[in-house]
């Protein structure tokens, strides 16, 4: 048994892992939040597999992780194996761990050992779901059981990655993990956002790139980016996130113009520059840090507070995992982290602590009810049905007041949506509608459709409907005379 000292809920989580593998669970996906220590408990699970004379998988997509993972695995007494292109001197066919840098596997299938696993972690499994590279590992490894670990278990259009026999969701949310002071809080500082209502949506569900560049890479637009960030700018290190690479570049140059200390990392820039640059951003020298996507997975600096973000996505995991990269909580105790919304990604997800329930047959969407609002005074999310900020104090009257009517009219929504799908009324609402000259669905549902008898059918009684409320509208007469007729004919009918 692992000697390795878990938190309750890492517990919960390792005793689900085995639990399922025992049961004869072939595929299982385990979600945990950023900075919840996924890689501390699979150490400790990993520990326990071992010790029955099993071989563990480690998988990762980045190089990054592979180190990252081989040191925390070391810290707590294990001895991997790592498999990865220029790493040879650390790799070993005999040992019980191997952490495999999955496209290294895949290239080299066929020159290395006929290793055997008999379990098989997926890091990071939203990235590597259902590619060729993963599908080819595990078809090598038909026999092992497989556990999924991700903090976004959905896939870009918002369902549940599919393919897996359990799920194990909702181990621990962040604003739990929140409470326990173990990832910053969450705070939404103002940002004028890039007006996107003319870009394009792609088949995938992203934004069209040629949009997106037209509408946001304008010098007036970055300009205004910078000075609303500058309103703000208490000096805590940043990253900014850009469209493209020409947009990440006037970034940083127009931050530079401002004063404030600034570098760029990005696919199409020299290795030894991305690494000057990631290294003057942990090490303090520069401020902001901008790139596209370099820093969405595999970069881990606590010490990030503000994130500027500048790339509007429809996508939320991407979003999620952006969020990720300023909200752990950093070793200076500013406790929470500061986000510049300036592409309106807030408007599309919401808060990054939001609770969220996935579905493999729905994509996420948001509800009126879980929705937070915004402190105008301390920008903090506020989920409770509260009049006063719980943060700072600040009487939000107005703000809870627009909330509680978005929840009574989504409310009436879905009420209304039900009745029409079991009634298939939407015909004689839209004629009542265009009689009224104002939505008819209040009026046909508390003075119209209470007239109808059982033993006329409902089709029947709408196309009647639909008939006297255009013969209504013709003539100009009120639509109570619509009331009257139907009364009169389901008395003679009655």
């Not at 409470?179 to 705070?187: C, L, N, S």
């Not at 994509?363 to 999310?381: G, L």
Request: aromatic letters at 10%; glycine letters at 6%.
């Amino acid at each position: 048994m692992s000697t390795i000292e878990l938190r309750d809920y890492q517990l919960d989580a390792k005793n689900r892992i085995l639990t399922n593998i025992k049961n004869g669970v072939q595929k299982q996906l385990l979600e945990m939040p950023t900075s919840s220590g996924k890689t501390y408990m699979a150490a400790s699970t990993i520990s326990d597999i071992i010790a029955e004379g099993k071989k563990v998988f480690f998988i990762v997509a980045d190089s990054p992780l592979v180190f990252q993972t081989y040191k925390a695995f070391r810290n707590v007494g294990l001895y991997p194996s790592i498999l990865k292109s220029g790493s040879s001197r650390y790799f070993n066919e005999y040992a019980d761990i191997q952490i495999v840098m999955a496209q290294t596997y895949k290239a080299r299938m066929d020159k290395i050992p006929d290793l055997h696993a008999d379990v098989v972690f997926c890091d990071e499994a939203h990235y590597m779901h259902d590619s060729n590279t993963m599908n080819k590992i595990l078809e090598r490894h038909p026999d092992a059981f497989i556990v999924g670990m991700t903090g976004t278990p959905i896939d870009e259009k918002g369902f549940l990655l599919s393919g897996y026999d359990k799920y194990e969701l909702n181990i621990i949310n962040i604003r739990e993990l929140q409470r326990r002071k173990m990832v910053a809080i969450d705070r939404y500082f103002p940002a004028t956002p890039m007006d996107i209502t003319g870009v394009r949506i792609k088949n995938t569900g992203e934004f069209n790139d040629k949009d997106l560049d037209e509408t946001c890479n304008q010098s007036y637009i970055i300009k205004d980016i910078v000075q609303g960030y500058l309103k703000f700018n208490e000096g805590h290190k940043a990253i900014c996130f850009a469209i493209n690479i020409d947009h990440a570049e006037k970034l940083r140059d127009e931050f530079l113009n401002a004063g404030i200390k600034a570098g760029v990392v990005h696919s199409k820039q020299k290795k030894f520059l991305n690494d000057y640059w990631f290294e003057s951003s942990k090490k303090g020298r520069i401020q902001v840090l901008v790139s596209v996507s370099s820093i969405i997975r595999g970069y881990d600096d606590t010490e990030i507070v503000d994130m500027i973000d500048c790339q509007p996505t429809n996508s939320l995991r991407k979003q999620i995992q952006k969020w990720g990269r300023c909200c752990r909580m950093d070793s200076l105790g500013v406790g929470y982290a500061r986000i510049f919304d300036f592409g309106s990604n807030y408007d599309r997800f919401l808060a990054w602590s939001m609770p969220r329930l996935y579905s493999v047959d729905k994509a996420f969407e948001v509800r009126p009810e879980d929705k937070s609002i915004v402190c105008f005074n301390c920008f903090e999310p506020i989920y409770e049905r509260t009049n006063k900020c719980p943060n700072c104090g600040v009487i939000l009257t107005e703000q809870m007041e627009k909330k509680e009517r978005e929840i009574k009219d989504n409310l009436r929504v879905q009420e209304i949506k039900e009745i029409q799908a079991l009634t298939g009324s939407s015909g004689a609402i839209e004629s009542l509608t265009r009689l009224l000259g104002y939505n008819a669905n209040t009026f046909y549902y508390t003075k119209v459709l209470p007239v109808r008898v059982a033993s006329v059918d409902l089709d029947v009684f709408n196309s009647e409907v639909i008939r006297l409320a255009n013969y209504c509208r013709r003539k100009g007469y009120k639509p109570y005379y619509v009331v009257a007729k139907i009364r009169e004919k389901m008395e003679v009918v009655n």
